[in-house]
């Protein structure tokens, strides 16, 4: 499935509706250049899993876990 945004606010919005439905076992992958808007949606993502801490791109550590939230969020940079 291909889901195209064009605004910030509804790229975010569009990860915290994944993320409150989100199962375990789910996985997201997100493609595109640098500045498209993939941490933006991640930050939704993270808000509707209920995570509340800060959410940044794993550009430089491959790998941010997140376990607050009702699902443990493994976001990697790959």
């Known amino acids: 499935m291909v889901i195209e945004?064009?605004?910030e606010k509804e790229t975010y919005e569009l990860g915290r509706r994944l993320g409150?439905?989100?199962k375990a076992g789910q996985v997201y992958t997100l493609v595109g250049d640098l500045g498209v808007g993939?941490?933006?949606f991640?930050?939704?993502l993270?808000?509707?899993l209920g995570i509340e801490e800060a959410v940044s791109s794993p550009t430089f550590t491959i790998v941010q876990v997140y376990e607050e939230g009702?699902?443990?969020f493994y976001h990697f940079d790959v």
């Open 5 to 7: 945004t064009y605004q």
């Open 20 to 22: 409150a439905e989100a």
């Open 38 to 40: 993939k941490t933006v």
């Open 42 to 44: 991640t930050k939704g």
């Open 46 to 48: 993270a808000a509707g």
């Open 70 to 72: 009702r699902l443990p």
